[in-house]
């Protein structure tokens, strides 16, 4: 028997991102039409205390869920094989609201330490301050989750691949020793994207996205999205988005929703520019010597990455961040940079436009110089977010700027 083709979950993913959760009004508009209201109004009084009640289905309120938002979550949701989702207003609102809404005094998380700026600041400083306690590992090292996981573990956390120094971590071997545990995982996809990494096929519980990144991927607007199971989102996520308000704007949510229709062929484009311009540097006299196993330039995708066969066991492509230490230390590193004539310095990512941050000195200055050290953030890296300019020109730009390295 064929499947029911008018459920999208049948769907191809083209067509999933491209139609998938378009709910058109009576005016039977082709493009997802942009709901800007706070509010929305009721028949009569009886409706309005239906809608209250959740006896009668319909919106009560933008801040509890709005048309335009949920065709973003509902795409969102059919893109990641999840059971529901929730959008918020950036990144960072879908990681706190993630972590805070199933949390509570007494409870204990353990997080690989190669997180996120912010993330860290959550796990490390604002988790511990009500009473969570938090165990952060080395995310490569399978040993130290098993000796960290124990009976009070409530949420295991990690990225992968890893901000920004690239590492890739084991999702299902970390998912298993939860799942021993009883603690739930939260992975945060955003370095490997929704279209290359599928987090809840190898055990995680929870998927959460900065939108920000690739599916926005045109550098316009912050957003975020929480997905997973349906009773998680419903009992125990919505609550604490409706009352505490990391509401995504309608206009953004239409914005993501626009970036969602071509984000599969961006993402095949910037893997592909990625790859080769990996390539092409990798062998750069102005890339600085390895250390230890470590190559001066780490992509997932090649085969001298520390976890590369791991990363193509779990990723269906290296994407599209690179990490590379130039030669001459910070000196060196800062050289590089002020000799790009095209790449930009910006610490976002996932942009159409190429960017490139020196770690060290913008997004992880906050840590201390041991800190840094023992994830690997030396003086010398630089992270490049490889966009969809041709190739060509990014091989050109980036190769005349390392020769001012050494
Ligand atoms: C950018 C980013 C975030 C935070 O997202 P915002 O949209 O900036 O709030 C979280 N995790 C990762 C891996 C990111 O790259």
């Not at 508009?29 to 509010?39: D, P, Q, R, Y």
């Not at 910070?330 to 790009?340: E, I, S, T």
């Amino acid at each position: 028997m064929s499947k029911d083709s008018t459920d999208p979950r049948n769907w191809q993913l083209a067509t999933r991102l491209v139609r998938g959760g378009t709910r058109r009004s009576e005016h039977g508009e082709t493009s997802e039409a942009i709901f800007m209201t706070s509010g929305f109004r009721y028949d009569s009084a009886e409706a309005a205390e239906a809608r209250f009640r959740n006896e009668q289905p319909g919106f009560v309120y933008s801040r509890f869920g709005n048309p335009t938002v949920e065709m973003f979550e509902q795409r969102m949701t059919l893109l990641e094989g999840a059971e529901a989702a929730r959008a918020t207003a950036s990144g960072m609102a879908a990681v706190n609201a993630a972590l805070m809404c199933q949390l509570k005094a007494g409870d204990e998380v353990v997080s690989s330490r190669a997180v996120f700026g912010s993330i860290a600041y959550i796990i490390g400083d604002l988790l511990p301050r009500f009473g969570v306690k938090t165990t952060m590992v080395d995310g490569t090292d399978l040993a130290q989750w098993q000796a960290a996981i124990g009976p009070r573990t409530r949420v295991v956390f990690l990225e992968t691949p890893s901000n920004p120094t690239l590492e890739v971590l084991d999702i299902a071997a970390v998912a298993a020793l939860a799942r021993k545990a009883g603690a739930r995982v939260v992975v945060d996809n955003v370095f490997a994207t929704p279209v290359l990494q599928k987090p809840l096929e190898l055990g995680a519980d929870i998927v959460v996205y900065s939108a920000t990144k690739h599916i926005d991927g045109q550098g316009r607007c912050l957003g975020g999205v929480v997905l997973g199971s349906q009773a998680f989102i419903a009992d125990e996520l919505t609550p604490y988005l409706r009352h505490t308000g990391p509401a995504l704007s309608p206009f953004n949510a239409w914005v993501m929703l626009k970036g969602l229709e071509t984000l599969e062929l961006r993402v095949a484009r910037h893997v592909e520019n990625a790859a080769r311009l990996a390539d092409a540097l990798a062998g750069h006299p102005g890339i600085a010597a390895p250390a230890g196993r470590v190559p001066g330039l780490l992509y997932p995708g090649r085969p001298d990455h520390p976890q590369h066969d791991l990363a193509m066991r779990q990723m269906t492509a290296g994407g599209n961040m690179v990490a590379f230490r130039a030669k001459g230390g910070k000196a060196g590193a800062f050289r590089v940079l002020n000799a790009l004539k095209l790449v930009d310095i910006s610490n976002n990512l996932g942009d159409s436009k190429s960017l490139v941050t020196h770690p060290a000195t913008t997004t992880h200055q906050r840590l201390t110089a041991e800190e840094r050290a023992h994830l690997g953030i030396g003086d010398d890296l630089l992270r490049l977010s490889v966009g969809l300019e041709d190739v060509r020109d990014l091989i050109a730009d980036l190769s005349q700027a390392l020769d001012k390295a050494g």
